[in-house]
C-alpha cells in the first residue's frame, strides 16, 4: 500500500512500505517500520525517494517485477564477483569460477520466466537503488528492460539468455577504470570522458575471454553505447552495423541511467525519458525498440505523485494496460493546494483531465554525460 516521496519530505512517524538494502543486498531498514529521525537521516544519506505507507496510499499495490529474493540473489552475486575482478585489476584473468557463471545464467532464466509474464512494467524500478548499489541495482534494470524488449521480438530461448546475460554485464568494463574518474560527482574533464569511454572496449575483452559466455554478451559490452548516426563510441558505428542486442541494450541502459538517482543529481521521471528516447528516435535510437518499450514500461508508475491539468495533485492507483498513460488516479489536492479526502478519478473516463507531470519533476534535471 504503498506511494513513492521525496526523502527531502520524510516526518517521524511515516511507515516504511519497501526495505531498504545496502550496497550487498543486506537488509537496512524492514519494511514496516515506523521512521524515526535518526533513521531519516540515514535514508537522506543514501536515498533519494522511498515507498511509504499513510491514508493517501490506503490500498494501492504496486506489483513487482522480480521478488525481492531474486533481485537479493543477483545483486550477491554480482557485488561478489565485481570484488574478485577489482583485487586484480586484470582483464586478462578469468572470471572466478565456474559457479559464477553458472549462478548468473540460472538468475537470468529466471528473470526470462518473470519477463515473459508481465504485460507492462508498473513499479519505478530506480527507486530500488539506494547510492550505494546503484551499479547492481542498473546492472539489474538494464537487464529487466532488455528482456521486456525480447519478448516484444519474440526472441528464441537462446538469444534471450545471451540478451540476459549481456545486459546484466554490459557495463562490466567500468571495474577497469580508475575510481576518480568513475566516481566523480562533477562533470568529467574531456581527457576523463576519453577514459570513460574505454569502459565499453574494456568490458568486450574482458567477456571475450570467458569460455563460459557467449561471445554475443562481449558484444553487448562493445556495442551499447554506439548509435545509428555513428555518433557513438567505441567504434562509430551505424545502423544495422550494429548488432540487435546493442541497439536493444542502448535504449534500457539510457532510459535507466536518466531515471536512476546518483548523489549529485536526480534522475527524470520515467514519462521525461521517454520522450527523450522518443526525440532521438531513428538518429540514435532503433525507432521500433523505442516504441516497443515504451508498450511495456509505465510512464506513470503506481504509487508515483502527479500534477493533473486542471491543478489537483494524486497518487497513481492502478493503469489500464491498453493505455497506461491514463490511469486511475486518487486525488488528494485540490487545485488551490488544499488537502481533499482522497478520492479516485479513472483518467480513462475523464478525457478532458490529462497528466501534466510528476510532482517531482521540477526537482530532477537530466543528465549531462550518459556514460
Request: charged content about 20%; overall charge neutral; some cysteine.
Amino acid at each position: 500500500m504503498p506511494r513513492q516521496i521525496s526523502t527531502a519530505l520524510l516526518r517521524p512517524g511515516m511507515v516504511l512500505a519497501r526495505s531498504l538494502y545496502d550496497g550487498q543486498g543486506r537488509v537496512l531498514l524492514q519494511k514496516g517500520i515506523s521512521l524515526k529521525d535518526r533513521y531519516i537521516d540515514k535514508i537522506k544519506t543514501g536515498y533519494a525517494s522511498i515507498y511509504i505507507e499513510d491514508a493517501i496510499s490506503e490500498g494501492i499495490e504496486i506489483p513487482q517485477v522480480i521478488t525481492e529474493q531474486l533481485r537479493f540473489q543477483m545483486q550477491q552475486t554480482l557485488a561478489s564477483e565485481w570484488d574478485e575482478i577489482q583485487k586484480t585489476l586484470s582483464v586478462q584473468r578469468p572470471m572466478s569460477s565456474k559457479l559464477f557463471a553458472k549462478s548468473l545464467r540460472e538468475q537470468v532464466k529466471q528473470l526470462i520466466q518473470t519477463v515473459q509474464h508481465t504485460t507492462i512494467i508498473k513499479e519505478d524500478l530506480a527507486s530500488l537503488a539506494g547510492y550505494d548499489n546503484v551499479t547492481y541495482v542498473h546492472s539489474m534494470n538494464v537487464a529487466i528492460y532488455s528482456l521486456l524488449i525480447g519478448a516484444s521480438l519474440f526472441l528464441s530461448d537462446s538469444m534471450m539468455l545471451d540478451l540476459g546475460l549481456g545486459a546484466l554485464l554490459h557495463d562490466i568494463g567500468k571495474i577497469f577504470i580508475p575510481s576518480e574518474v568513475l566516481n566523480k560527482p562533477d562533470k568529467l574533464t574531456a581527457d576523463e570522458y576519453k577514459i570513460m569511454q574505454t569502459h565499453a572496449e574494456l568490458g568486450h575483452n574482458f567477456l571475450a575471454k570467458q569460455p563460459e559466455l557467449s561471445y554475443l554478451v562481449a558484444h553487448c559490452a562493445f556495442q551499447h553505447h554506439e548509435r545509428l548516426n555513428g555518433k557513438g563510441y567505441p567504434r562509430g558505428l551505424r545502423g544495422d552495423e550494429i548488432h540487435l542486442f546493442g541497439r536493444i541494450i542502448a535504449v534500457a541502459d539510457v532510459y535507466d541511467a536518466m531515471i536512476m538517482h546518483r548523489p549529485y543529481r536526480r534522475g527524470m521521471v520515467p514519462s521525461e525519458a521517454m520522450e527523450y528516447l522518443y526525440s532521438r528516435a531513428d538518429t540514435e535510437f532503433d525507432l521500433k525498440i523505442v516504441s516497443l518499450f515504451s508498450k511495456r514500461v509505465a510512464m506513470f508508475p503506481i504509487g508515483s505523485e502527479v500534477h493533473l491539468s486542471d491543478g489537483r495533485h494524486a497518487v497513481v492507483v492502478e493503469l489500464h494496460e491498453n493505455i497506461p498513460g491514463r490511469p486511475i488516479v486518487r486525488v488528494f489536492q485540490d487545485a488551490n493546494g488544499k488537502e481533499v479526502n482522497p478520492y479516485a478519478l479513472d483518467l480513462a473516463t475523464q478525457l478532458n483531465i490529462t497528466i501534466l507531470s510528476s510532482l517531482d519533476a521540477a526537482k530532477r534535471t537530466l543528465p549531462g554525460q550518459l556514460i
